[in-house]
């Protein structure tokens, strides 16, 4: 089943957002049994490009996605997240391709991304859009439970 989902540019400190964070925040430390899964900065309103959020016809967040420039070529999908009941609806991917469009409106040409080893679901979609896999990348270096992506956009 798809979901008909409004996908647009958001202020990463909006309520909505802030939700849909931490509720990805719980359900990945719960995945890894503990809180200090993530290498490196987490991603913030100052260093974050861009914010995306879906939204169901009546207005409800279901599913984010940001970008974190990383220099002037690249930026690193930040924050991917679609609620539970969403799921296999077609909304992961609608975010991950507005957040494409978005990285080459801005002249970027590859996006990267980490994901965790016990996301295989995480893995899967991102390899089935187009992913490959690299070494691990900045803050993510030496890190055992990090799995890393990129895409040129061409």
């Not at 647009?8 to 719980?26: I, S």
Request: include cysteine; hydrophobic fraction near 40%.
């Amino acid at each position: 089943m798809t979901t008909t989902v409004q996908i647009a540019a958001e202020p990463w400190d909006t309520p909505d957002g802030n939700h849909l964070r931490t509720a990805q925040r719980v359900e990945l430390d719960a995945r890894y049994g503990r809180d200090d899964h993530e290498p490196g900065a987490a991603p913030s309103a100052e260093d974050i490009a861009r914010f995306l959020v879906a939204r169901t016809a009546d207005g409800t967040a279901i599913g984010c996605g940001a970008l974190r420039l990383l220099d002037d070529q690249r930026a690193e999908v930040k924050r991917m997240y679609v609620a539970p009941n969403a799921r296999g609806t077609g909304v992961a991917t609608a975010i991950l391709t507005a957040l494409e469009n978005d990285a080459r409106t801005l002249g970027l040409t590859e996006l990267v991304l980490e994901t965790g080893d016990a996301q295989p679901d995480a893995i899967r979609f991102y390899e089935r859009e187009g992913y490959t896999r690299i070494p691990n990348f900045g803050a993510y270096i030496g890190s055992t439970i990090s799995v890393c992506y990129a895409k040129p956009l061409t």
